[in-house]
């Protein structure tokens, strides 16, 4: 049996609140964390060298003012990539602290979009299992095996491996 709300609450510093699930749920609906827009909000170059950089610093935070002089962009555009950021829970800002960094969701993302470099910077190998499995069955046999032992030759990452052979 799990500890109960006023019991966990006692542990954690004055200024943490914990809400219930329902709160949490409504609370999501209410921001509208949709794949969407998620989606555009690192869809922009800018926006996505914003989380990009951000990323990197792993739970040290990057400052806004390094962030703006690095990427170059007025605090108006700056501030308005990064409100889509916050909006749709990819980012968060430390506390006590002008530097922000990843949410866990914002982690899940990064590695996505990690994965998805990983592939366009091999698409050669991705394309040749490919065309192994819409080849003509009647003159390789067994494309599945063919394929597989492809994926399994030039494919690295585990979890992509795993994608591709289910």
Not at 91 to 109: A, E, F, P, Q
Not at 127 to 155: H, Q, R
Not at 157 to 163: G, L, M, T, Y
Request: aromatic share 8%; net charge positive.
């Amino acid at each position: 049996m799990g500890a109960t709300f006023p019991q966990i609450s006692r542990f954690l510093p004055n200024n943490i609140e914990i809400h219930s699930s329902a709160d949490i749920i409504s609370d999501a609906l209410d921001t509208s964390s949709t794949i969407q827009g998620i989606l555009s909000a690192i869809s922009e170059d800018k926006s996505l060298a914003i989380f990009r950089m951000i990323a990197e610093e792993d739970n040290t935070g990057v400052e806004s003012l390094i962030i703006c002089r690095n990427l170059q962009l007025t605090h108006k555009k700056y501030y308005q990539r990064l409100a889509a950021l916050i909006r749709y829970s990819l980012i968060i800002r430390k506390v006590g602290s002008k530097k922000y960094i990843l949410t866990s969701l914002g982690k899940v993302v990064y590695t996505t979009l990690l994965s998805i470099q990983y592939v366009l910077d091999n698409i050669w190998k991705f394309k040749a299992i490919d065309e192994i499995k819409i080849c003509d069955n009647g003159v390789y046999g067994d494309l599945d095996k063919i394929a597989g032992s492809l994926v399994d030759t030039l494919v690295h990452k585990e979890q992509i491996k795993e994608i591709l052979k289910k």
